[in-house]
């Protein structure tokens, strides 16, 4: 399978400590790989690196085969889309939060009108557009929040747990409805989160960070059934999913 | 004081100096003010705070720095400014772009952090990601806006010492209102006084207006 994203002998600092280390990952065109770990394991760091949001120390990042650093900040960042634990949501309408991406990239106005209602309308909140993001529910923001990344239509989509804040319910109808979108679009997507059950309903592939580093990388089966150290194992073992993995 | 023509006329220079200081001063406040909340640079805080104790700077010690510069025997002195309309422009934007700035920078710190990243993260250049802090910002940067034309349209100390009080020349509304006291005139003084606070009311109320619409 073909990696849209390679990384290798990477070294994220943060204040002057190591907070992520990796020495080779790839990442698969068209499919969820889901970062698992505990909390402060390096997860977010590895998105925001992937966002080019932090500068690595030390390390090469290959982007569809060609070294990331080659294109500038704003020109590659074009090509990904971020979504963070908190919706974020511009203080105007629901319309508008999901079209300012596509202005920042000048997409002409009467594409804007016809990409806007159509992914609102894909993530279930098409009757919310002419309202204020501030008069949004928790759920409906984070929609909206997907909304706006997915219509750019981005070759790499970030997701810094997204759902982490939603209650049970919400979260798993935002999940019933993400996992097919991605399947349907082939969105190459790292997808962060320390909720197994999560990973493994909406990922083909989970890699585990812990303590900074990557433990092991493979489809959520085999990392279940063959964890590759004890640290894995016990994490795993404290977190049992139940959800349905992507086929 | 032929009152119609002559009041008129202050007027239109008092409107005419506030509006030219107040937008000079957010040329001036508003980038420098998101630099200062936005940038990392040695010096930074130190800025910080000479734009802060900048907000509190007596009218009168500006008119005396300005009118030193300016004075014929000064440094600025070719120029031959003092005495006219342009020195009372100056003395003002030094006294409100600190305002502008520290208020711009505080809005702007204010917003959540994350904000600049989310909008990196949609592929925002430096300029688009400044714009739309900007706009969501814009309740308390109108609020800068009217605290700069505030402190201009009141400002009388630095008037005085740089402007002269000259008839038909560099006389504002509010040195006019010190001259009639002088002399005695108070119901002139009382009369200029309602005129400028209607004027600062009226603008503040568009002002006002304009900010609320937006945070509907």
Redesign the interface.
Same mark, same amino acid.
């Given at each position: 399978m073909k990696a849209l994203v390679e990384i290798h002998d990477l070294l994220v600092l943060r204040g002057n400590h190591p907070a992520l280390q990796l020495k080779h990952l790839e990442i698969p065109e068209g499919e969820v790989l889901a970062v698992v770990g505990p909390n402060g394991a390096g997860k977010s760091t590895l998105l925001l690196t992937l966002a080019r949001l932090l500068k690595p120390k030390q390390g090469e990042i290959l982007f569809d085969g060609q070294p990331a650093s080659t294109e500038s900040d704003t020109t590659y960042r074009r090509r990904i889309a971020l979504v963070m634990q908190d919706p974020l949501l511009f203080d105007t309408t629901v319309f508008e939060n999901v079209a300012a991406g596509l202005k920042f990239r000048s997409v002409p106005r009467e594409k804007v009108k016809y990409k806007v209602p159509l992914w609102l309308e894909r993530l279930g909140v098409g009757h919310l557009s002419k309202r204020r993001a501030g008069h949004l529910s928790g759920g409906e923001a984070q929609r909206v929040s997907l909304a706006r990344a997915l219509a750019l239509e981005p070759e790499l989509l970030l997701l810094d747990e997204p759902f982490s804040a939603l209650d049970p319910p919400t979260r798993a109808g935002i999940l019933d409805d993400l996992g097919p979108l991605l399947i349907k679009t082939s969105t190459t997507t790292v997808f962060v989160t320390h909720d197994l059950q999560e990973a493994a309903q909406l990922s083909g592939h989970m890699a585990i960070i812990i303590g900074n580093r990557l433990r092991q990388v493979g489809n959520p089966d085999d990392v279940f059934k063959f964890p590759a150290d004890e640290e894995v194992a016990q994490f795993l073992n404290h977190r049992t999913p139940t959800g349905n993995r992507r086929k | 004081m032929v009152f119609d023509a002559e009041v008129f006329q202050i007027t239109v220079l008092s409107l005419q100096i506030s509006a030219l200081a107040t937008g000079l001063s957010l040329f001036i406040g508003l980038p420098l003010g998101t630099l200062l909340a936005l940038g990392k640079f040695p010096g930074r805080s130190f800025l910080l705070s000479m734009v802060n104790t900048g907000m509190g700077l007596p009218p009168v010690v500006v008119g005396l720095f300005v009118a030193m510069m300016l004075w014929r025997s000064g440094p600025l002195g070719d120029l031959k400014l003092i005495y006219t309309p342009t020195a009372i422009i100056i003395a003002q934007v030094i006294i409100s772009f600190p305002v502008v700035t520290g208020l711009t920078a505080a809005a702007l710190q204010a917003l959540?952090p994350?904000?600049r $990243? +989310?909008l990196?993260?949609?592929?925002?250049? $430096?300029v +688009?990601m400044i714009w739309?802090l900007w706009?969501?910002a814009r309740l308390p940067l109108l609020a800068a806006l009217m605290a700069g034309f505030g402190s201009v349209i009141s400002e009388v100390g630095a008037s005085m010492m740089v402007g002269g009080n000259i008839r038909y020349q560099t006389r504002v509304l509010t040195t006019a209102i010190v001259l009639e006291t002088g002399k005695g005139n108070f119901d002139i003084a009382i009369a200029l006084g309602i005129l400028l606070l209607t004027i600062t009311f009226l603008i503040n109320w568009a002002l006002t207006w304009i900010q609320q619409r937006s945070a509907?």
């Open positions: - | 959540d994350r904000l $990243l +989310q990196y993260g949609l592929g925002a250049s $430096l +688009q739309m706009k969501e509907r």
